[in-house]
């Protein structure tokens, strides 16, 4: 049971590249979300899922483009990589429960020049 | 708008020492309050949540609804307790988390 994986762990782009950042799960939870860290900041959620087929938008969507066609992908598309979307990046998902706690993935660390 | 406000960025304390994290909220309706922590080197993972009720690694968190407070203490802080603490909240029926920016703790020794 590895949990929440996220590829890559280090990723640097230039601007107007495009990428995916994956997140996959292997304990069958309905909700995942993508959420990103910034200094003094905090985590803000990008797009959330509440199951296969179902996507959302979160606090600060722009830029970001989500699918969920499998329970356990939620990958996150940077459509054209720009300098204020360096970050990291985390993924976390939960199980239908009400109030279940989210478990995160170690996160992937973005850097656009 | 939902807010979740963590006033200290920095906080250092003495190993043996109390220690209070503090934690506001500003929520319509009754949201349910959570902590998270990040050790280093580790992903981010919950410490305890308010309906639980629970005590974790001697942390406790009491929901104060007239102040709009979640902080969370510990009688007595150990080194291993340095970590990077998020206060959190949801708006009851969704999952969806709205985080503060995050309280670093550092124990000295």
């Known amino acids: 049971n590895a949990g929440v994986t996220q590829t890559p762990k280090f990723q640097v782009l230039k601007t107007g590249q495009s990428m995916t950042l994956q997140c996959a799960q292997d304990m069958n939870h309905e909700y995942m979300s993508w959420y990103r860290q910034d200094p003094g900041m905090g985590l803000r959620l990008i797009h959330y899922s509440v199951g296969a087929g179902i996507t959302d938008q979160g606090e600060v969507p722009n830029g970001y483009n989500v699918s969920r066609s499998t329970t356990e992908d939620f990958p996150l598309r940077l459509l054209s990589a720009a300098p204020s979307q360096t970050s990291v990046y985390f993924c976390?998902?939960?199980?239908?429960?009400?109030?279940?706690?989210?478990?995160f993935g170690n996160g992937t660390r973005l850097t656009v020049t | 708008a939902q807010r979740v406000t963590q006033p200290e960025k920095l906080l250092s304390v003495f190993k043996g020492a109390p220690v209070e994290l503090k934690c506001n909220y500003s929520y319509s309706g009754s949201p349910e309050l959570f902590w998270y922590v990040q050790y280093s080197r580790q992903r981010l993972q919950l410490l305890l949540r308010?309906?639980s009720r629970e005590s974790i690694k001697g942390f406790t968190a009491d929901l104060n609804k007239g102040e709009t407070s979640f902080h969370l203490k510990k009688p007595f802080a150990q080194e291993e307790d340095s970590a990077m603490y998020y206060c959190a909240a949801n708006s009851g029926s969704a999952r969806q988390l709205t985080f503060g920016s995050g309280t670093q703790l550092t124990v000295l020794p």
């Open positions: 308010h309906i």
């Open positions: 976390a998902s939960s199980s239908s429960g009400y109030n279940s706690p989210l478990h």
